[in-house]
C-alpha cells in the first residue's frame, strides 16, 4: 500500500511518521510538507484538485489522507468520491457538507442547537448588522467571545474583557478585514470558564471509536495570558477524561452530533474533533473541528499502537465495528517552538540548529524548510514541536525541557508551563 498525507505541518508530520513506520519510507508521501519531510515531499498547491489527481494516479496511491480544514472545506472529498478514477482510492476525510461544522461556525451552533448539545449562549451576525451585534452585547456579561464564522487558521477566536474592545474587535472584522471574508459574519457567545479539553472520534458514518484525548494550549504566554495561537502544546492523557464526565462527553455531545449528522442526510466519514470546555465536571461544546488536530495530534499518534492504516481503511469499508484500538500507557507533552512576533507578524530564514544525536524526544517539524544552501531554517509561525515521553505526565515534560535546551534559532520562543497544570 502507498499513502500520501496532504498538509505542510507538524499534525500532517505526525501522521506521516506513523504510516511509515507501518509502510515504509518508501510508500508513503506528503504533499507539501517541510523541511523535516523533504525527503518524501512532493511540491504542490493543495488547492489544485487536478494536480493532486494526477499525483496519487503517477504514484499509485491507495491511502490518501487530507490533514487541514481547508481543502476539506473547498471539496475535495467530493472531488474524490465523483472521480472515475479517484473514487475507490481511500480517502480520508469528510465531504464538503459536514466541512461546514467548522468552515461556518454559524452553521456549528445552529446544529449545537438544534440537537440539544449543550454550548454558550450565542447569536450570530454579518457585517450587515452591526448594530444587532453591538446590542446584543449587552445581554451578556463579559468577556465576551467573538468567533469569525469563517476559517482563520486557528486565529479567529477573540475574547475581549471589556464592551468597548469587543465592538472595536467586531469594527476590524465587519469593515477593517481583520481575518478578510472569514470574519464578515460572526458568533458572538458567552465566555464559558473552566478546563479546556480535545476529544476525537473516528467514524465510518455509521460506527464510531474513541481516539485517545488531549489537552490543547492556545494562548500565547504563561498562564493561559495573550492572544490565540494554533496552539503552544499538548498533552495526553489528560487524567480527567473518565467516569461521570466521559459518559456525560459520550452521551450529551457525541453520540448527539451523529445523531444529528444522521438526521441531516450527511455522510460523515473520518476524523471528528469536539472542543470542550469542562465547568464544575459538567463539558460545554465550544467548537468542531472535521479533522485531526494540531498540536494535539503530535501528541495523539505516538499514543497509537494499532495500525492506522488499517484504521484509515475500516473508515472507508465502514468496518470500523470490527477494528480494535491499541493505545499505550505513556504520557506525552508536546511543546511549540514558536518564531519570534507569533501569532501576529514573525521572522523567517532563521538558522535552525537541531542536536539530533543527543535529543531523545520527538521532532516534528511545521514551519521550516530546506533553504537553497541545503540549510534547515525557519519559515512559519510555528517552527518545531518537541514530544517528550514517560511513565508520567512530570517525566514526559521533563525530557521535552531538556531536549528543547538542544535546539536554537534566533527569535525562539516557548511556553515553559505546558501540560505542568496536569500534575495537580
Not at 53 to 61: A, G, M, P, R, S
Not at 236 to 261: R, Y
Amino acid at each position: 500500500m502507498k499513502a500520501l498525507v496532504l498538509g505542510s505541518g507538524g499534525r500532517e508530520h505526525a501522521i506521516l511518521s506513523k504510516l511509515q513506520n507501518e509502510l515504509g519510507q518508501n510508500n508513503t508521501f506528503i504533499m507539501p510538507g517541510n523541511g523535516g519531510t523533504k525527503p518524501f515531499s512532493i511540491n504542490g498547491d493543495l488547492k489544485n484538485f487536478e494536480h493532486i489527481k494526477k499525483i496519487v494516479l503517477d504514484n499509485k496511491i491507495n491511502l490518501v489522507i487530507c490533514g487541514p480544514e481547508q481543502p476539506l472545506a473547498d471539496g475535495i472529498a467530493d472531488f474524490f468520491d465523483s472521480d472515475i478514477q479517484l473514487n475507490k482510492i481511500f480517502f480520508v476525510g469528510p465531504i464538503q457538507r459536514a466541512a461546514r461544522l467548522e468552515s461556518c461556525k454559524s452553521f456549528a451552533k445552529q446544529f449545537m442547537q438544534k440537537y440539544h448539545i449543550p454550548t454558550a449562549n450565542f447569536a450570530s451576525f454579518n457585517y450587515n448588522q452591526y448594530e444587532d451585534a453591538i446590542d446584543f452585547l449587552s445581554t451578556i456579561s463579559s468577556p465576551f467571545v467573538i468567533k469569525a464564522s469563517g476559517l482563520a487558521a486557528g486565529k479567529g477566536v477573540i475574547i475581549e474583557n471589556n464592551i468597548n474592545d469587543a465592538k472595536q474587535t467586531i469594527e476590524k472584522l465587519f469593515f477593517k478585514n481583520y481575518l478578510g471574508e472569514a470574519g464578515k459574519e460572526i458568533v458572538i457567545e458567552e465566555f464559558i470558564n473552566g478546563i479546556e479539553m480535545s476529544v476525537f472520534i473516528v467514524t465510518d458514518g455509521d460506527n464510531y471509536i474513541l481516539l485517545p484525548e488531549a489537552k490543547d494550549y492556545k494562548k500565547i504566554g504563561e498562564g493561559d495570558t495573550g492572544a490565540n495561537t494554533g496552539g503552544m502544546g499538548a498533552a495526553s492523557p489528560t487524567g480527567f477524561f473518565n467516569g461521570n464526565l466521559k459518559n456525560k462527553i459520550i452521551n450529551n455531545i457525541i453520540e448527539p452530533t451523529l445523531i444529528g449528522l444522521k438526521d441531516s442526510n450527511i455522510d460523515y466519514k473520518g476524523f471528528l474533533f469536539f472542543g470542550l470546555m469542562i465547568n464544575a465536571d459538567d463539558p460545554y461544546l465550544l467548537e468542531y473541528n472535521v479533522r485531526l488536530g494540531d498540536p494535539e495530534t503530535q501528541v495523539v499518534m505516538p499514543k497509537i499502537k494499532s495500525s492506522f492504516s488499517d484504521l484509515c481503511i475500516s473508515i472507508n469499508e465502514k468496518k470500523l465495528n470490527n477494528y480494535k484500538i491499541l493505545t499505550d500507557d505513556l504520557h506525552y507533552c508536546c511543546i511549540t517552538l514558536a518564531a519570534k512576533g507569533y501569532p501576529f507578524d514573525y521572522e523567517k530564514n532563521k538558522l535552525i540548529f537541531l542536536d539530533k544525536e543527543n535529543i531523545n524526544s520527538i521532532i516534528f517539524h511545521g514551519g521550516t524548510k530546506i533553504n537553497e544552501q541545503g540549510q534547515l531554517v525557519t519559515s512559519g509561525g510555528r517552527v518545531l514541536y518537541v514530544v517528550g515521553y514517560g511513565d508520567t505526565i512530570d517525566s514526559a515534560r521533563d525530557m521535552a525541557y531538556k531536549d528543547i535546551e538542544r535546539i536554537d534559532f534566533d527569535g525562539i520562543y516557548y511556553r515553559r508551563d505546558i501540560g505542568i497544570d496536569l500534575l495537580k
